[in-house]
């Protein structure tokens, strides 16, 4: 257990459905990620969200669309999604203390796209 | 694009020290090295980091030389479990901004 909740755990969506993904972090940090995970390739970083503000968006298409309400929970909305985004979407949060920064991940959702 | 370069692959006998070789040789000078690995279909797991000196904790050490060019990190002693893929990574940026550049990693094999 990290500390950072992840629902749904599979998720299996049509090309026209609307889901959400869910993150939780019950850990105190203040900055929250996004990535995504394809098979075969490395993670890459989506969105960051420092302070309930969003700091990084790395090229991500508008079908990924993320909220932030708090500290504690980060969503990704997904609309009108393509095969080639099926993924392993992973959350992680982390604070800097001391030049030390390190970010807790959760388990992920694995996400099937037909 | 990630600033690490890791073997794809390696296999190491269990009890037997596992020693992961990284090189990034275009690391600055406030630039951390950080470990993760990545268990089947979890998500990443922090094991270490470090800026210059070398550092060990409960999971591992690391050693990185004295031009900051490479890194390797030591599982002391590996069991079956510690089979995974392992992430080699230079933090870019700073505070939380600084930002984690996945590449893809050594895989690494105990076998018994």
């Keep these: 257990e990290t500390g950072v909740t992840q629902t749904p755990r599979h998720l299996v969506m049509g090309m ?70 099926s993924a392993l979407y992973l959350c992680a949060s982390s604070q800097e203390v001391q030049g030390k920064n390190i970010q807790y991940f959760g388990a992920g959702t694995r996400l099937s796209v037909l | 694009d990630a600033k690490t370069t890791q073997p794809t692959s390696m296999d190491c006998a269990e009890g037997r020290a596992a020693n992961l070789p990284c090189n990034h040789s275009t690391i600055s000078g406030n630039e951390y090295v950080y470990w993760y690995r990545q268990i089947h279909s979890q998500g990443p797991q922090y094991i270490i980091h470090g800026l210059k000196n070398n550092e060990t904790n409960e999971m591992a050490s ?29 933090r870019v940026g700073l505070g939380n901004t600084g930002k984690l550049i996945f590449g893809q990693g050594t895989t690494l094999q105990v076998k018994p």
């Design chain 1, 16 to 85: 026209t459905n609307k889901k959400s993904l869910k993150c939780e972090q019950h850990l105190g940090h203040n900055a929250m990620y996004w990535y995504k995970q394809s098979a075969k390739k490395p993670l890459e970083l989506m969105f960051v969200y420092n302070f309930k503000e969003q700091t990084e968006n790395n090229s991500v298409p508008s079908r990924f669309s993320p909220e932030c309400p708090n500290s504690s929970h980060l969503f990704l909305h997904l609309h009108t999604l393509q095969p080639e985004d």
């Design chain 2, 62 to 90: 690391l050693i990185i030389t004295e031009d900051r060019k490479s890194s390797t990190l030591i599982l002391p002693h590996a069991t079956l479990r510690d089979t995974a893929v392992y992430y080699c990574i230079v």
